[in-house]
């Protein structure tokens, strides 16, 4: 349904409450929990008053929904010279699937004003201000996310239908994520599941962990794909790893890699100065693959962004000094 518009409650709604009602009329564009938002923005008013999303509707009440506002945002102002650069794997009418890389804020945060994810998105596609959220954060389109300093593959929404179709298959996990992770250590085990809630760390906030007071269920499957011998005395040696999680946990993965003794190289925040330095800047952290239902057609589709450099030339070092098998299924995977 287009907005602005005007809907009308039956005798069948009478009572029911108003973001059930609403969103059961907006869908499938928009989902209950952007209705109340919208509510709450004072976007959607009773009899040309504003109401809470509680409140009952009646039969005959004049419900107006007004166009979800662009705010301060400006699609004229980005211009692709002016934005950081985006790989853009896929994109159609629907969907766009980018390769971000590695250093760039998904969207405007506080110490990440711009140069983001969404800087280059509008950029590029600037009709994507008219998806805007009403609640003041400008993140048009995204569905998910990743940390900053994680390089790899991203779906975006280009319409409120598939905005709400591609939200609620994360919340199912029919999406199919896989990782490739670089971590400390060489893991012993072949295959090794991870099951292991993870939260707010109970005292340092800006971390997560699994010995939190609140965790949530976290699940994460982890195959080793590569083991590599140490350069000297004080090397434990690395590990090349698949990683598909179940759930999508902030920081999950590298929680959960930290957990077993394997944090990513290059990732201080989990791995300590053992794990910080060295060949990587970042934690060596890659999403290498979606796989996801197109929200109109219905069909299946997976998207690869290829390893970027970093991960490319740390292996090269490795493969080379390696056996054929660890370079075979190097090749394989590529």
Known sequence: ???????????????????????????????????????KAGLVTVNRA???????????DRIEVAAIPAGELDPSSYKEGDAPEISVIFDDEEIIVVNKPAGMTVHPAPGHPNGTLVDALLARFPELAAMAEPDGVLRPGIVHRLDKDTSGVMVVARTPFS??????QFKDRTVKKTYLAIVKGKVARDRVTIERPVGRHPIERKRMSVRSNAPRDAVSHITVLGRFNPADADDPGTSLVRVNPDTGRMHQIRVHLASIGHPCLGDPLYGGKAAAGGFFNRQALHALALSLTHPRSGKRLEFVAPPPIDFVEFLATKLFSSDARELRRWIELS
């Open 163 to 168: 905005r709400t179709a591609l939200s609620r």
């Open 1 to 39: 349904m287009i907005l602005p518009t005007t809907i009308t409650p039956g005798v069948e709604h009478d009572r029911m409450r108003l973001d059930v009602f609403v969103s059961m009329r907006l869908a499938p564009e928009y989902s209950r929990s952007q209705v109340a938002r919208m509510i």
């Open 50 to 60: 504003a109401a809470r999303a509680s409140s009952g509707v009646r039969t005959g």
